[in-house]
């Protein structure tokens, strides 16, 4: 009968892996070898052989439950969004974490199910979870989480209803501070820019909006539509005033 030595040894040497540092004695050892294994290959691009690791290291340990985490980031890179929530979501219900990273990818995850209240309630448990030196770490994924968010309360009119006494919605509120805060980590993005003009012009803000058109202008490749918002904005006795990003 095989020992679990001899499984770990063959399994090492049948896909070439060279163990620095020690010996791997048990297969807890070498599931956490393994889900390390499977987050590098899924950076270097490696989408095949990171979830082959993936689940080679929950089949060794089961209870390797940093395994699903790693699993929901290559579900999302494949475009298997359903599988992706539900990977990170083994992840947090059997470790009890609250883990901020978790929530924020599931929360674009339940966003791109429009699914929005899934995707605001993990949205802002990720956001608001993460340290300032957490959030330099990851601030390309903060922004996009910040103009996820953003994009739901620009659709959300049902929330907080026009009425004749007050036009300004909380939701479009909301959505500006949102892109403006995914504005201060992507600086030259047109399209967010471009959703904050619009949020502005939903306040009838239109000195703000103009201003956003006017720095998208500056750095679109093609700005032939902003110039002619612009123009008309101006037409119609429109002032530029600084948005505050």
Not at 107 to 127: I, P, Q, T, W
Not at 178 to 192: E, G, P, T, V, W
Request: net charge negative; proline share 0%; aromatic share 12%.
């Amino acid at each position: 009968m095989e020992s679990i030595q001899d499984k770990i040894n063959q399994f090492l040497i049948e896909n070439k892996i060279n163990v620095k540092g020690g010996t791997i004695t048990s297969e807890s050892q070498l599931s956490a070898v393994l889900s390390d294994l499977a987050l590098g290959d899924f950076k270097k691009g490696k989408i095949d052989k990171a979830m082959y690791f993936a689940e080679k290291s929950l089949e060794f340990n089961d209870e390797n439950y940093y395994s699903y985490f790693v699993k929901g980031l290559i579900y999302r890179n494949m475009n298997k969004i359903k599988e992706a929530v539900e990977a990170f979501e083994a992840y947090i219900s059997n470790t009890g974490a609250d883990d901020s990273l978790a929530h924020i990818y599931i929360g674009l995850s339940y966003a791109e199910l429009n699914d929005v209240e899934n995707a605001l309630d993990n949205l802002r448990k990720g956001e608001k979870g993460l340290s300032d030196a957490e959030k330099e770490v990851h601030l390309p994924l903060i922004g996009v989480a910040y103009e996820c968010i953003g994009n739901i309360y620009l659709n959300r009119e049902n929330i907080v209803e026009f009425t004749e006494k007050d036009k300004y919605s909380i939701n479009y509120k909301t959505a500006v501070r949102y892109y403006k805060m995914s504005l201060k980590i992507h600086r030259k993005n047109c399209d967010l820019i471009n959703k904050l003009a619009a949020s502005y012009y939903h306040l009838e803000d239109l000195n703000k909006a103009l201003y956003c058109y006017e720095q998208a202008a500056k750095i679109a490749v093609d700005n032939t539509v902003y110039l002619e918002a612009i123009e008309q904005m101006k037409s119609e006795g429109a002032k530029s005033e600084q948005a505050g990003f």
